[in-house]
């Protein structure tokens, strides 16, 4: 088994090492020219329609950890955030728009089986009116 070891080029020395920052990753976080390779762009797609990693990462036909190891470069971290965000915020709407559905067939459905308790219910909204604008 041949592996050959990976050059990592250290700042400092003894217990301040700190790995240096590669040359070919965006190291600022407000780095707006990072390229994402095709795989990120279809995990950004599945992100979008699905809320998590190991779903969307399954969807792309990405492995779980590539997608950990992306999420930790700062260019790249704030973008699934945005699809997330995106996903979310389309969520919602549907939400809503079932919720107003479903409260409008509610509605419909009571003026229909309920007529004599419309009536009833009318009539008690006249009379609350009347009071309180003094008539008879």
């Known amino acids: ?19 240096a920052a590669r040359p070919d990753r965006a190291t600022d976080a407000t780095e ?12 950004l797609a599945a992100c979008r329609k699905t809320p998590t990693v190991a779903r969307a990462a399954r969807l792309a036909g990405v492995n779980q950890t590539s997608v950990y190891r992306w999420l930790s470069d ?4 704030a973008r ?11 969520h919602r709407a549907k939400v809503f728009a079932a919720e107003a559905a479903r409260a ?6 009571e003026w229909a089986r309920r007529p004599m308790r419309r009536f009833y219910l009318a009539r008690a909204q006249a009379a609350k009116l009347r009071r309180r604008l003094g008539l008879p």
């Open 1 to 19: 088994m041949n592996i050959a070891k990976r050059q990592v080029n250290v700042v400092g020395t003894g217990a301040d090492a700190v790995p």
């Open 32 to 43: 707006t020219r990072y390229k994402l390779t095709s795989k990120q762009e279809q995990f």
């Open 74 to 77: 700062p260019a790249f971290a």
């Open 80 to 90: 699934p955030d945005a699809a997330l965000d995106e996903f979310f915020r389309a």
């Open 104 to 109: 409008a067939w509610r509605a419909k459905r």
